[in-house]
């Protein structure tokens, strides 16, 4: 073999052992491997207490970031098997069935009723019947008829249309209805709580996704603001993940969910993040949204929704960006605060960038389950 050859062969060899490793879902850098990194997150959340959107004061009752990470934390405990992370979980809920219980959120919002879905999950790995009844009544109640303070005309056309009467057309509704919805179907194997989802789902699909495949925060606010299309992301993931086959509605919801990817592949940063305006070069970089990107699209290749080929690398690229945000305390950085909707991109670009805030922590747990699932 001359010289020239032996240039020739190695260096497709190198190529080929480069591009293993950027479209490679199982072996990571040391400390970004997501067995690592997730059990470092869930132990911070454990002893964490009740968080309030980063005011000093505790608040009223679970909000939903904390909902979305402790049930990040439950599913990365399933995942990997780790039955005291479990226990310690269920101990953080004991208290809300006596002592804390006006903590528990009266389920007449999305933000509130999503906190179903963590007792749903605590019951699937424990089989105790009082998280059953709680999880399943929150779910039962979202379909209810119309009731409380929360009530506007609208209410009663949504609820007169089969949706649920929380609907709202924010695209934030379509993780909180989902998770709650899709575990209740998990659970009972009753398919009328997934299809109640699947219905909702592309209604917004119908309503809110735009010709480049992402979503305005809502119908009167068109800026593709990047958490709150994660939620959407999040969401379409989630019922997937769980939507029969034949369900007459999947064929549009992996429509939807393929035309966001493919537009997301798009925007990604060269770091692999996602940013605060998705669209707009000059705005930040921000942790959420990205962690909720690469929820979705690890699960699409490792599921087989997405071409491995064109996804896997960008799914790569996505946790190892994710892991970064994360400082020394594991605390998650760059996460966009609790948002409003408003119609003003400077109002986007001015939401201040927090550490350590759940809506940074959870969709780490997600991702890293994902990659282990």
Same mark, same amino acid.
């Given at each position: 073999?001359?010289?020239?050859?032996?240039?020739?062969?190695?260096?497709?060899?190198?190529?080929?052992?480069?591009?293993?490793?950027?479209?490679?879902?199982?072996?990571?850098?040391?400390?970004?491997?997501?067995?690592?990194?997730?059990?470092?997150?869930?132990?911070?959340?454990?002893?964490?207490?009740?968080?309030?959107?980063? %005011?000093?004061? &505790?608040?009223?009752? /679970?909000? @939903?970031?904390?909902?979305? *990470? =402790?049930?990040?934390?439950?599913?990365?405990?399933?995942?990997?098997?780790?039955?005291?992370?479990?226990?310690?979980?269920?101990?953080?809920?004991?208290?809300?069935?006596?002592?804390?219980?006006?903590?528990?959120?009266?389920?007449?919002?999305?933000?509130?009723?999503?906190?179903?879905?963590?007792?749903?999950?605590?019951?699937?790995?424990?089989?105790?019947?009082?998280?059953?009844?709680?999880?399943?009544?929150?779910?039962?109640?979202?379909?209810?008829?119309?009731?409380?303070? %929360?009530?506007? &005309?609208?209410?009663? /056309?949504? @609820?007169?249309?089969?949706? *649920? =009467?929380?609907?709202?057309?924010?695209?934030?509704?379509?993780?909180?209805?989902?998770?709650?919805?899709?575990?209740?179907?998990?659970?009972?194997?009753?398919?009328?709580?997934?299809?109640?989802?699947?219905?909702?789902?592309?209604?917004?699909?119908?309503?809110?996704?735009?010709?480049?495949?992402?979503?305005?925060?809502?119908?009167?606010?068109?800026?593709?603001?990047?958490?709150?299309?994660?939620?959407?992301?999040?969401?379409?993931?989630?019922?997937?993940?769980?939507?029969?086959?034949?369900? &007459?509605?999947?064929?549009?919801?992996?429509?939807?969910?393929?035309?966001?990817?493919?537009?997301?592949?798009?925007?990604?940063?060269?770091?692999?993040?996602?940013?605060?305006?998705?669209?707009?070069?000059?705005?930040?970089?921000?942790?959420?949204?990205?962690?909720?990107?690469?929820?979705?699209?690890?699960?699409?290749?490792?599921?087989?929704?997405?071409?491995?080929?064109?996804?896997?690398?960008?799914?790569?690229?996505?946790?190892?960006?994710?892991?970064?945000?994360?400082?020394?305390?594991?605390?998650?950085?760059?996460?966009?605060?609790?948002?409003?909707?408003?119609?003003?991109?400077?109002?986007?670009?001015?939401?201040?960038?927090?550490?350590?805030?759940?809506?940074?922590?959870?969709?780490?747990?997600?991702?890293?389950?994902?990659?282990?699932?």
């Amino acid at each position: 073999m001359n010289r020239y050859t032996s240039l020739i062969l190695g260096f497709l060899l190198t190529g080929s052992h480069i591009y293993a490793q950027s479209s490679d879902l199982k072996n990571w850098p040391k400390g970004a491997s997501p067995k690592e990194v997730g059990l470092k997150i869930a132990e911070k959340f454990v002893v964490t207490p009740h968080t309030n959107f980063n %005011r000093p004061t &505790p608040p009223r009752v /679970i909000s @939903y970031p904390e909902t979305c *990470t =402790w049930y990040g934390a439950l599913t990365f405990a399933r995942v990997t098997g780790n039955k005291d992370l479990t226990k310690k979980l269920a101990n953080r809920f004991e208290p809300l069935f006596h002592e804390e219980a006006k903590m528990i959120p009266v389920p007449d919002h999305v933000d509130y009723s999503v906190f179903g879905s963590v007792p749903l999950e605590l019951y699937k790995q424990t089989k105790e019947q009082k998280y059953y009844d709680l999880g399943m009544g929150i779910a039962d109640k979202q379909w209810g008829p119309p009731e409380g303070p %929360r009530v506007v &005309p609208a209410s009663h /056309i949504y @609820y007169a249309q089969g949706l *649920t =009467w929380q609907t709202r057309m924010w695209i934030d509704d379509m993780y909180m209805i989902n998770a709650l919805q899709t575990q209740a179907y998990r659970v009972t194997k009753d398919p009328k709580y997934i299809d109640r989802a699947a219905k909702e789902m592309v209604v917004y699909l119908d309503s809110l996704q735009k010709d480049n495949g992402l979503f305005y925060h809502a119908p009167d606010v068109p800026y593709f603001w990047g958490r709150g299309n994660g939620w959407m992301a999040a969401g379409m993931t989630e019922i997937l993940s769980s939507l029969p086959e034949n369900n &007459p509605n999947r064929p549009r919801i992996l429509e939807g969910y393929h035309k966001m990817m493919a537009s997301l592949l798009k925007y990604q940063a060269s770091s692999g993040a996602w940013r605060q305006l998705i669209d707009e070069p000059s705005s930040w970089e921000e942790s959420s949204g990205t962690g909720m990107f690469a929820y979705a699209m690890v699960t699409g290749v490792k599921k087989g929704w997405l071409d491995k080929s064109k996804y896997a690398p960008a799914a790569r690229k996505a946790w190892l960006a994710l892991v970064n945000f994360i400082d020394e305390n594991n605390n998650v950085r760059e996460v966009c605060e609790g948002t409003n909707k408003k119609n003003s991109k400077q109002y986007y670009f001015d939401r201040q960038r927090i550490t350590g805030d759940l809506h940074g922590q959870a969709p780490v747990l997600w991702t890293a389950a994902a990659l282990l699932e």
